[in-house]
């Protein structure tokens, strides 16, 4: 069983960085891979970043979003620069035992949520 916190969410102006922590439980998460995935009002959930064996990004957020983590901590990051107003959502991570990384929303675990705004 493995428990997801995330934290690091707020309101920020465009063009500003967040830096959202999801922190595991568990003591083998560095054999997990995570996603980060967000869901704006109205709208599905929608992949963001994954990491794992290698990682990988959406379309709208590459160059943009940076994931990494730190297995020593148990956490994984989403460092966010640039942020624009349509990166508005709840962000929620997910993960899933093996590190072979997927961009659909089929990970075994799942955190709560953090709110991220961004103002205009």
């Known amino acids: 069983q493995v428990q997801l916190v995330e934290s690091g969410g707020g309101l920020v102006q465009a063009g500003g960085s967040l830096r959202l922590s999801c922190a595991a439980s568990?003591?083998?998460?560095?054999?997990?891979?995570v996603g980060w995935f967000r869901q704006a009002p109205g709208k599905e959930r929608e992949f963001v970043a994954a990491?794992?064996?290698?990682?990988d990004y959406a379309d709208s957020v590459k160059g943009r979003f940076t994931i990494s983590r730190d297995n020593a901590k148990n956490t994984v990051y989403l460092q966010m620069n640039s942020l624009k107003p349509e990166d508005t959502a709840v962000y929620y991570c997910?993960?899933?035992?093996?590190?072979?990384?997927?961009?659909?929303?089929?990970?075994?675990?799942w955190g709560q949520g953090t709110q991220v705004t961004v103002s205009s």
């Open positions: 990491i794992g064996f290698n990682t």
């Open positions: 568990g003591r083998t998460f560095n054999e997990y891979a």
């Open positions: 997910a993960a899933k035992f093996g590190r072979t990384i997927v961009v659909t929303t089929r990970y075994n675990y």
